[in-house]
């Protein structure tokens, strides 16, 4: 998702914009910036957004205009002034950097400021980082660098000591939902999708991944069969898991939802109903939370903590989700609670 202006930024990344703001406000933008933080909080999309304030030709302040030629040659990504790195394989090259050297060692082909963006700036090895910090010890009056990375404690010293520092802290779960619900993405979906993750561009991709909002509808079926005495969530589960137990990732993504409806129903009886995820939900949350005791929800909540642990080690993955799955119909069908080992 592009962002046209600085305070497109702030909606995301409210002290970064401000900084960026003020930093062209005193005319000092510096020649070298890193920009950390967790995946999907718009750091290359922020970085891109600098590239285009320098090269526009008709700034709006301190915006660019996204209109100009310069402009939307760096959204197509074919401006000839910018210089986009990536690993190639693991690392980022030695040769990666040389090129970029020698290209800015030859006149450029049109006027004004040069920037390079390198992605997964902590993949750079030793000699294409030590190669990359001739650059920054003399980067030239129009060449201007931003680091991207994820692990900032990887980068070189002697390269962070060159660059100004921006940290890109995790979007807000609440604007992420809300970017959710103005994309046509219904309540539920979009409540469920944005507690999972706080990667803008990945809540988009799973509310529109067809088995990702099966597994969100299995697990609302699940809750409304235990509290019906004619449905059984175990066959529930099995007609519909073959596809879950292949991936490690659809099942994560099902065990935590699982967990997330196992919060809702204790936050329901604690009257936390702020915090509550599947809010659609309300009436099947309600009554579920009529057939459990608080300290039994609470001892359920933790086992399938547990039980999320223990899928990143090597254990019968479909045994496991039925095990869980008859502790929790005994409790709320049954009020019989499972041992402590049975999950």
């Not at 980067?139 to 921006?166: C, F, M, W």
């Not at 086992?303 to 119909?329: P, S, V």
């Amino acid at each position: 998702m592009t962002l046209k202006t600085w305070e497109d930024v702030s909606k995301y990344q409210k002290e970064v914009s401000r900084i960026m703001i003020n930093s062209q406000r005193l005319n000092r933008i510096s020649h070298a910036y890193i920009f950390e933080g967790p995946n999907g909080t718009k750091k290359n999309t922020t970085a891109l957004l600098l590239a285009k304030t320098l090269l526009c030709t008709n700034k709006q302040g301190h915006n660019p205009c996204n209109e100009c030629h310069n402009c939307r040659r760096v959204d197509h990504l074919t401006h000839p002034n910018l210089f986009l790195i990536k690993p190639e394989g693991k690392v980022i090259k030695k040769d990666q950097i040389q090129k970029l050297i020698k290209e800015f060692s030859k006149a450029s082909l049109e006027k004004g400021p040069r920037i390079y963006i390198v992605n997964e700036a902590d993949k750079l090895n030793t000699y294409s980082a030590n190669t990359l910090l001739k650059t920054m010890e003399e980067p030239g009056a129009d060449i201007y660098q931003v680091l991207i990375t994820e692990n900032y404690h990887q980068l070189l010293k002697t390269i962070v000591s060159r660059a100004e520092n921006l940290h890109f802290t995790p979007i807000d779960r609440d604007i992420i939902k809300q970017q959710l619900l103005d994309n046509g993405i219904v309540a539920n979906i979009a409540n469920a999708v944005s507690q999972y993750t706080v990667d803008m561009q990945r809540a988009l991709e799973i509310s529109n991944n067809f088995q990702m909002i099966n597994i969100i509808n299995l697990v609302l079926d699940i809750h409304k069969a235990f509290l019906n005495d004619h449905n059984s969530s175990v066959i529930l589960f099995k007609n519909n898991s073959q596809e879950i137990l292949k991936s490690g990732e659809l099942l994560d993504f099902f065990l935590d939802l699982m967990i997330y409806y196992q919060k809702d129903v204790l936050n329901y009886q604690l009257r936390h109903l702020d915090s509550i995820v599947f809010e659609d939900e309300i009436e099947t949350i309600k009554q579920l939370s009529e057939k459990m005791s608080q300290k039994y929800l609470e001892a359920s909540l933790e086992k399938m903590l547990g039980l999320k642990n223990r899928l990143k080690f090597n254990i019968n993955t479909k045994l496991a989700m039925d095990q869980l799955l008859m502790c929790l119909e005994r409790g709320y069908k049954y009020a019989t609670f499972c041992s402590s080992d049975s999950i």
